[in-house]
């Protein structure tokens, strides 16, 4: 029995070598003469080997460079085996920065979806056409900005297993972009640029007529509940030298720019036209300094309430005293007397008061002027 037992070891270790057959053959009936007790189960065996797959070692193969993804849109990720082989037996398995939280998982043929991150179910596909090559490919559908990163395509089989890492570049780029030009004031005429919608954050300049980059006073930003950027910049123009300036913004992902330009000088003709006309704040520059100059010096406006007031004062008493009043011998003279002191005392506290108020008044409004 021992020595019919090293032939069949043998005969099977020489049957897994190619070419070999015809010599696995003659060996065959060779252990059916000696040892014809264990023919029985060498043929299960030889079938169980044969469909058993191989744990063969292999290498995965990602997309180059970063994949770039429209926002809202479809990205599909493609890996593949080397050298190529079935891999609908394997575990593949899509996951972003921990293993544990797969993207998209499959696993002895099925698409595990109740494993996978609540935010990728029902938006992720496996396709497997090409899966008996060893090709696979993650189709991401409405794709967000949180699909930016990095992703890994995990293969397994048995014990061995092998991974490549492909990146996404969301992308995202507004075609709305807004100039505003607000009313001239003493500093010079102020320009602002508005945009929203991008990812990731955009490079935003301003320009000349002849390309040049004019430095900007401000560039600001946000993020709205997407993630998405909103752009603002201004600039501050002291003097006319810019007839037209034009923003514009550039994504820095694909090289995509958007710019928006608008003329300036028809603006300050007209600016300077209706300051001619009404005095405010936003016109000073244009012809309007007379109206502030005379109200600058306060000891002057202090002076003039205070006279203004005294004059009010002195008159109402005037009229008060002259007119007819109640002869001496009436009973009711000394009580007229009276009456006619404390409406005096009365009038001057509210002079006093209103002057206070006016004097405010004027002040703050000389604030806001000069600002």
Excluded at 167 to 192: D, F, R, W, Y
């Amino acid at each position: 029995m021992r020595r019919s037992f090293v032939k069949y070891s043998a005969w099977f270790w020489h049957c897994r070598s190619p070419g070999t057959m015809e010599s696995c053959v003659r060996i065959t009936g060779v252990m059916e003469t000696t040892g014809p007790s264990l023919t029985r189960y060498f043929v299960p065996m030889l079938l169980l080997q044969m469909a058993a797959p191989s744990s063969e070692q292999f290498t995965v193969t990602g997309l180059r460079g970063p994949i770039l993804a429209p926002l809202r849109g479809i990205v599909e990720l493609s890996c593949q085996l080397s050298p190529p082989q079935n891999a609908e037996h394997m575990e593949i398995r899509w996951f972003r920065d921990r293993y544990t939280q797969p993207v998209h998982l499959y696993n002895n043929g099925k698409d595990l979806h109740a494993e996978t991150i609540s935010r990728y179910v029902e938006r992720t596909e496996l396709l497997k056409e090409a899966i008996r090559e060893g090709k696979v490919t993650l189709r991401i559908l409405n794709v967000s900005v949180d699909d930016d990163g990095q992703y890994h395509c995990f293969f397994k089989d048995g014990a061995f297993d092998e991974e490549a890492i492909t990146e996404v570049k969301v992308t995202a780029t507004s075609l709305g972009i807004q100039i505003l030009v607000h009313p001239p004031n003493t500093k010079g005429l102020l320009v602002e640029c508005n945009t929203g919608g991008w990812f990731p954050q955009p490079q935003m300049e301003w320009r000349d007529s002849r390309g040049e980059i004019i430095p900007p006073t401000s560039i600001s930003h946000s993020q709205d509940t997407e993630k998405l950027f909103h752009m603002k910049m201004t600039l501050l123009l002291k003097q006319s030298s810019h007839r037209n300036v034009t923003c514009c913004l550039r994504n820095p992902v694909t090289g995509q720019e958007e710019r928006t330009s608008i003329v300036l000088s028809e603006l300050q003709q007209n600016g300077s036209s209706v300051c001619s006309r009404v005095c405010t704040k936003d016109c000073l520059p244009n012809g309007c300094t007379d109206c502030l100059r005379k109200m600058r010096n306060p000891i002057v406006v202090g002076i003039i309430i205070i006279l203004l007031s005294i004059g009010v004062i002195a008159s109402l008493i005037s009229y008060l005293h002259h007119k007819s009043r109640v002869p001496a011998s009436d009973p009711h003279f000394q009580l007229d007397t009276m009456w006619l002191e404390d409406i005096t005392v009365i009038l001057c506290v509210l002079t006093v008061f209103i002057t206070m108020i006016i004097s405010f008044i004027y002040f703050r409004f000389r604030g806001v002027l000069e600002r």
